[in-house]
């Protein structure tokens, strides 16, 4: 059956790094889009960034561009986020999920992990 498994989170400083891994079984992970997307307390889930199939071509919500990195290895059905210069906003559960195609609905997702930024 499909699984996406994340690790990774935990506590960080603010201006902190962090790199979240999702890892994929149970389908061709190379045949899919990726997607990263959080869920801060007490709000609704937020896009954050995706990558296609091939991983060369990558997108970001602007509160994340130019400091969130998402990539991809298809040997290795995994998928990543890096996490530069973090800010307390950035707190939230992060979840991975796939899509077939670019604009379809994301079919199965991930048990999430929890990005904290504290001080």
């Known amino acids: 059956q499909v699984q996406l498994v994340e690790s990774g989170g935990g506590l960080v400083q603010p201006g902190g790094s962090l790199r979240l891994s999702c890892a994929a079984s149970g389908f061709t992970f190379s045949h899919y889009w990726m997607y990263w997307v959080r869920q801060a307390p007490g709000k609704g889930l937020e896009w954050v960034s995706g990558?296609?199939?091939?991983?060369?071509?990558?997108f970001y919500a602007d509160s994340v561009k130019g400091r969130f990195t998402i990539s991809r290895d298809n040997a290795k059905n995994t998928l990543f986020l890096h996490f530069n210069s973090l800010k307390f906003e950035d707190t939230a559960v992060y979840y991975c999920?796939?899509?077939?195609?670019?604009?379809?609905?994301?079919?199965?997702w991930g048990q999430g992990t929890q990005v904290t930024v504290s001080s």
């Open positions: 990558i296609n199939r091939d991983g060369d071509n990558t």
């Open positions: 999920t796939r899509a077939l195609e670019p604009y379809d609905s994301y079919d199965y």
